[in-house]
């Protein structure tokens, strides 16, 4: 079992910037992927970025120059630095964990006002 610890989300005006954290704890193994995912009232859960556990990112092509992810293994950390930040980016954030199977964090909302 891992368990993921998210914090971070809040409110913030169009343009400024939010720090995602999310702590992973229990069976961690290498070879594992973390990352971010986020769904939107009325939208399917979407991908917004990953990174393995040597470091390789993928981003979705709506936040690609403004959101970066890191990760920091000795801490069993993941972090979603979110910069310029878009009313269109308002949803709940999920942090995942790719391992020999795959958890949840339980969400943080992140509101972006207008």
């Known amino acids: 079992q891992v368990q993921l610890v998210e914090s971070g989300g809040g409110l913030v005006q169009a343009g400024g910037s939010l720090r995602l954290s999310c702590t992973a704890s229990g069976n961690i193994f290498s070879g594992n992927v973390m990352g971010w995912y986020r769904q939107a009232p009325g939208n399917e859960r979407e991908l917004v970025a990953g990174?393995?556990?040597?470091?390789?990112?993928n981003y979705a092509d709506s936040v690609k120059g403004r959101f970066t992810i890191s990760r920091d293994n000795a801490k069993n950390k993941v972090y979603l630095q979110m910069n310029s930040l878009k009313p269109e980016d308002t949803a709940v954030y999920y942090c995942?964990?790719?391992?020999?199977?795959?958890?949840w964090g339980q969400g943080t909302q992140v509101t972006v006002s207008s």
């Open positions: 995942n964990f790719k391992g020999l199977a795959i958890y």
């Open positions: 990174i393995s556990s040597g470091g390789t990112t």
